[in-house]
């Protein structure tokens, strides 16, 4: 295994693929350098001396430059580096050609999937039920609650039990400190359906806010509606809210004309009282799902795939390891037909000439680089900026400037052209690699994926994060070992191995494309399933980043 590395020729910053200590010797390419300090893995360290003012460069991108003088072999920190991007251009720069990676191995594969009249396949079938505004939350859980038990959703709860044993151990007069979690050794779950699952979501918006806020909901939501992974949806409305019934209504035929699922729709202020709503979309409810059962999983070619590209809790290791092979997968997805969204837009900040080269149709690029101006000054006028994106934990593990963090974010993207940019809600039609603009925060951006089409999410981490997603399954993929193995309830697939040197990224993606079929046609659950995580957080277009 290599100690450090360079990821482009033109670069002068070293990475730690392990701890290196002060006074070790480090040869890489043209450079050799003594460590001035210790260097922890993920950190980078200078391969010649910088100036202040000097730039730094990662992905032969530059990603700072320097706050002081740094010497050769001595560590870059928050202390020494400032945040410096790559300028881009109003049009491209270089002519783009692509090489589509051997997909001959899946060339012929299907997965198992729900088929939709619309022609998508989805890898899940699911009732989805959710409220148009945060008054019908309370209503939306009593259904849940309703439901789950009903169908045989639930079982032993052994954070129940642990609660239970510690009142009990309170009331007997007994220190409760030595009470511990026990597996409950509850009876298999027995569901009712075999087909069908019902998934709840529930959410702050709908009311209060602005009107694009509530019009925007509308959206997302008709997103998730055509999303082929839903069967069909119970709605609650309370009636006075701004997102309206029609609102929705016509958000649906924006994206697909007439919806060919059932929608039923529940009007609190028209019903009454509450216990008449609830019982009147609880029995029509039950009746949609005895018929949504029925569908049964058939064969569908890779190219009904449409994979959401997504990263959170990202360290040094994510732009080396996880996300090449996130963006290797996207192009073997692209090559076959299928279809593959970006999204973090924050996240991108330096990496905009590239992704400009790639995009086939002019218009597009025009629409990327109008969305990423207008993004970048609402947070300048909110008084933040892309420069503040990198989270504390991000900064502790290695990087240090949001270009860096972008440019290995960018990772996820792979190589292949770029054939639609989409706003925020927008849905993805065309086949191949788009971008889709959601802020960088997990859950804002995973709901926006889904909501865009995204029938399955990869999702990588270098520190851990417990995001999932209600209608999509979600697969978290770690970048590095430790972590697969310190959180291995929420880790999918060890990307490590590609920093051990035991993988290649081709290779790697291969094993991360086959666990992608075992999930899509429901042979195995991701961990975010098992674990049921299901966020849901629509993005208020105001700055979230």
């Avoid at 027995?190 to 019902?198: A, L, P």
């Avoid at 590239?354 to 969305?371: D, G």
Wanted: net charge negative; glycine share 10%.
């Amino acid at each position: 295994m290599n100690r450090a590395i360079t990821i482009n020729d033109t670069d002068n910053l070293g990475v730690a693929l392990t701890d290196l200590k002060k006074g070790e010797e480090i040869e890489l390419g043209q450079y050799k350098v003594t460590l001035q300090h210790d260097i922890p893995a993920k950190h980078k360290f200078a391969l010649h001396d910088l100036a202040v003012g000097g730039e730094m460069f990662m992905y032969g991108l530059v990603v700072g430059t320097a706050k002081e003088p740094i010497a050769a072999g001595a560590p870059i920190t928050v202390a020494n580096t400032a945040h410096k991007a790559t300028e881009f251009s109003d049009k491209a720069t270089a002519e783009f050609h692509w090489t589509a990676p051997d997909v001959s191995r899946f060339e012929n594969r299907t997965f198992m999937g729900y088929h939709r009249e619309d022609g998508q396949v989805g890898t899940d079938n699911i009732w989805l039920v959710f409220p148009l505004v945060f008054c019908e939350n309370r209503n939306i859980l009593t259904l849940k609650k309703a439901f789950e038990s009903a169908l045989g959703y639930t079982s032993g709860d052994t954070y129940q039990e642990l609660a239970h044993a510690l009142v009990q151990k309170h009331q007997a007069g007994e220190a409760f400190d030595t009470a511990t979690l026990q597996k409950v050794a509850a009876e298999p779950k027995k569901e009712v359906f075999e087909n069908v699952k019902i998934k709840f979501i529930t959410h702050q918006a709908g009311c209060g806010g602005t009107r694009e806020d509530s019009d925007t909901l509308c959206r997302l939501l008709a997103g998730y509606l055509k999303n082929p992974n839903v069967a069909g949806a119970t709605v609650l409305s309370l009636g006075c809210q701004n997102a309206q019934v029609s609102v929705l209504q016509d958000a649906i035929k924006d994206k697909s004309g007439e919806l060919t699922k059932p929608l039923l729709i529940f009007d609190q202020q028209e019903t009454g009282t509450e216990t008449d709503l609830i019982e009147n979309a609880m029995k029509a409810t039950f009746k949609e799902l005895i018929e949504a059962n029925k569908l049964k999983r058939e064969p569908a070619p890779l190219s009904k795939l449409t994979i959401g590209l997504e990263c959170g809790g990202s360290d040094g290791f994510s732009g080396i390891s996880a996300n090449p092979t996130l963006g290797h997968v996207s192009d073997m997805i692209a090559a076959m037909g299928g279809k593959a969204i970006l999204a973090e837009f924050p996240e991108l900040c330096g990496v905009e000439q590239e992704l400009i080269n790639r995009t086939k149709n002019p218009a597009h690029a025009t629409k990327f680089i109008n969305l990423m101006r207008s993004y970048a000054k609402a947070a300048e006028d909110a008084g933040s900026g892309f420069d503040m994106n990198p989270s504390p934990g991000n900064i502790k593990d290695g990087l240090i400037t949001d270009a860096m963090k972008s440019a290995g974010a960018a990772k996820k993207g792979g190589s292949s052209p770029i054939v639609d940019v989409l706003d925020y809600t927008e849905y993805a039609e065309t086949p191949g690699f788009s971008l889709l603009c959601t802020p960088g925060n997990d859950v804002e951006s995973t709901t926006g994926l889904v909501g865009s089409g995204a029938n399955v999410v990869l999702f990588t981490t270098g520190l851990g994060t417990p995001t999932g997603n209600p209608i999509a399954p979600i697969l978290k993929v770690s970048s590095n070992t430790k972590l697969a193995e310190r959180m291995p309830d929420i880790i999918d697939i060890n990307a490590g191995e590609v920093i051990e040197g035991k993988k290649s990224i081709p290779e790697m993606a291969e094993e991360m494309l086959e666990q992608v079929i075992k999930i899509a046609s429901g042979e195995v659950e991701s961990k975010a399933v098992k674990m049921g995580h299901e966020d849901f957080i629509p993005w208020k277009r105001g700055v979230s980043l």
